[in-house]
Structure formats: C-alpha cells, structure tokens
C-alpha cells in the first residue's frame, strides 16, 4: 500500500494545477500560471506551470498547502479488508516514501468548463520503508507479526480521471472541490525485505515463509492488492486533495485574461 500515499502526491501537483481554491494566500512567486481560457490548456499546465512547481515539492510549498514530499511522510495507516483472496488487518506507522516528485505526466486532458481532467502518470521508483502490524492471511498463506520493511516498487502507472464542482467560499470567492476520482493502477514490480522485530520465533518462521511466498507468487499478489490500493488512493485524494486546493484562489491559478 505504500505507493498509495505517492500516488496521491502525484495527483495533487495534477490537480492543483487545473482548478484551485479558496481561502488562500497569494501564490509563490515562482509559480506560473495558465489562463482558463488557453487554447490548450492541458499544453500550458504541462509546459509551464508543472514544471514551475516541480523543483520545490521535495522541500514542499506551504502557501499551497503541499508537504514536503522527499520524504512524504504518513505517520498511520490501517487497512482491514476481507474478501475471498485475502484476510487482512494491517497497521502501518511511520511510512516514508521516496522518488515521488520523479513522476512524469502523461495524456493529460482538461476541461475548465466541464471542471474535469484526465491523464496518466508514471512514477519509474518509489522506495519506502515503515513499521508493520500484521494479522491475517492472502490466499493461503498466514500473515503474522510486527516488523520493519523496506521495499522498492517500480513502473507504476496510475491512470487518473476525476470530476470537479466550481463554488465560492465564505468571502464569495471562487474556489474548486475535487467531486469524484477514479484510479486505475498497474505496478510493475514490488520487491522488498520484512524483518520481524517482535521476538516470536514463529512469527519469525511465518514472516520468512511469507516473504518466499511472494517472491514466487508476485504478480499474483500484485493483482489481488490493486484493488485495495485504488480504493484507498481514491479516499485519500478527494480528502487531502480538497484540503490543498483550497490554499489557492481559483482566480489566481487559472486567471480569466
């Protein structure tokens, strides 16, 4: 799951540069902007404002509410989910993701009118590493205890679609709200080491059985944990999502000139 938390890195520096928001300071300086009435707007964003903010994500830009994103840090994450494949309660802590503001976007279309957008981004490598609490099992196969992992997922694609709503905040100004997303992923590859920390010699055994387990099986596993992934991608961009595009004036971004 931990490529989930960059996905949503990615896809805000997507949509912050499409429509934006509310009760907001001006921009940085450095930020270029496109006219919502550019020809090809998807052409500006890509050209000109992308690449006016990308430099400055690994130290994060606090006018636009945008974390600093090497590391993007979470400092929780719980996942409970049940389904014929997969048994699972899974608590993350302290998950930090690294190579996030390496992505390249791709397809990209907008529609100011319509306040929707579409396109796909690649990210060639996220590296994480976390605290794990794990019960549970997938397909057969026991999964249990507590440890630290490191890992690398490579050639993400993430394709991304989603739907906004143009409104007005409390002082009448123009903003924009993220309504709907939809995320459809394919993960390269996943590799990675667990090591167990919680002194139990069979949770041990179970976490080395596990770890050989997936090594052989990994496009398999890879498919059945997409699903979860892109269902709580989609939770996690339309919450934090709002919340950054609400640190900028729809005005100021896509100014009507």
Do not use: W
Request: aromatic fraction near 6%; charged fraction near 25%.
């Amino acid at each position: 799951m931990k490529f989930v938390e960059q996905l949503f890195v990615t896809l805000i520096v997507y949509l912050v540069s499409q429509d934006c928001s509310s009760d907001a300071k001006r921009l940085p300086s450095f930020v270029k902007t496109c006219s919502r009435k550019e020809p090809d707007l998807a052409k500006c964003l890509l050209e000109s404002m992308v690449p006016s903010v990308k430099p400055h994500l690994p130290v994060g830009i606090p006018k636009m509410k945008i974390p600093a994103l090497e590391p993007l840090v979470i400092p929780n994450l719980e996942i409970n989910r049940k389904n014929e494949a997969l048994d699972l309660k899974l608590k993350l802590r302290d998950i930090k993701a690294y190579g996030g503001t390496n992505f390249v976007v791709k397809n990209l279309k907008v529609s100011y009118d319509k306040v929707s957008a579409e396109g796909t981004i690649i990210l060639p490598l996220i590296h994480t590493t976390c605290e794990y609490d794990i019960n549970g099992r997938i397909l057969v196969l026991p999964l249990r205890g507590k440890g630290i992992f490191n890992g690398n997922i490579t050639n993400i694609k993430a394709d991304l679609s989603g739907t906004g709503e143009l409104t007005t905040d409390k002082k009448g100004r123009s903003i924009a709200q993220i309504k709907t997303v939809n995320v459809k992923l394919r993960i390269g590859d996943a590799t990675g080491t667990a090591t167990n920390i919680d002194n139990d010699r069979n949770n041990e055994r179970i976490t080395e059985t596990a770890v050989q387990f997936y090594t052989n099986n990994r496009r398999q596993i890879l498919d059945i944990a997409t699903p979860i992934a892109e269902e709580i991608a989609t939770e996690f961009i339309i919450q934090f999502g709002n919340q950054i595009l609400g640190a900028v004036l729809l005005d100021e971004i896509l100014p009507d000139n």
